[in-house]
């Protein structure tokens, strides 16, 4: 049972690139979500979907596009990178937003 | 502004003693609160929950507390191991039809390390 799967694991962009973080699970969860972890900040919501075809923005959501045409998908996509995104990004799934949430293992994030 | 605050970031403990780690936070639309334990390198997972209809949650040596008047939780560990050493978050889940329907919101954390 792989669970909430995160590609990749490590990345360094240079300012201005885009990338998509990949997030898979495999749980059959409606509900999944993206987090970012700062020093000092904890875990910040970015996006989150309640389900395929519904997305919403979280606290945190300018430079970031998600997409959910499938339940097991949530991809995090960076349109033009900056180093404020430098980060450890987190993708979660649950079966729904007051149920626990179950992370994947993170990608760490360097933006140059 | 943060919503869901942890004001200490970090406590030490000996081992075998209480660990009492505290959250607050500000909105009152926040009906359900969870904690959340991270290790280094690895994603957080779930610990224990509580409603706002309850007081008290208890799961073996876990114990969360809530407090609606004065907006406040706090998790003990009772008795803290070398192996609860890790990072904890407390979360809050607001309540149908509010503006935090559908999010989870986290505080920033404290680091707790026990002690041998």
């Known amino acids: 049972n792989a669970g909430v799967t995160q590609t990749p694991k490590f990345q360094v962009l240079k300012t201005g690139q885009s990338m998509t973080l990949q997030c898979a699970q495999d749980m059959n969860h409606e509900y999944m979500s993206w987090y970012r972890q700062d020093p000092g900040m904890g875990l910040r919501l970015i996006h989150y979907?309640?389900?395929?075809?519904?997305?919403d923005q979280g606290e945190v959501p300018n430079g970031y596009n998600v997409s959910r045409s499938t339940t097991e998908d949530f991809p995090l996509r960076l349109l033009s990178a900056a180093p404020s995104q430098t980060s450890v990004y987190f993708c979660a799934s649950s079966y729904g937003s007051r149920e626990k949430l179950f992370f994947g293992s993170g990608t760490q994030l360097s933006v140059l | 502004d943060q919503q869901v605050k942890q004001n200490s970031p970090s406590l030490s403990v000996q081992e075998g003693r209480i660990s009492i780690l505290n959250c607050d936070y500000t909105n009152s639309m926040f009906d359900y609160f969870l904690w959340y334990k991270k290790y280094p390198a690895e994603g957080p997972t779930f610990l224990i929950s509580i409603s706002s209809i309850k007081d008290k949650n208890e799961d073996g040596r876990f114990t969360v507390f809530l407090n609606k008047s004065a907006k406040h939780l706090s998790l003990h560990i009772v008795p803290s191991q070398p192996g609860d050493s890790a990072v904890y978050f407390c979360?809050?889940?607001?309540?149908?039809?509010?503006?935090?329907?559908?999010?989870?919101?986290f505080g920033q954390g404290t680091t707790l390390q026990v002690k041998p």
């Open positions: 979360a809050a889940s607001g309540e149908w039809g509010s503006s935090n329907t559908g999010k989870l919101i």
């Open positions: 979907s309640v389900g395929a075809g519904i997305t």
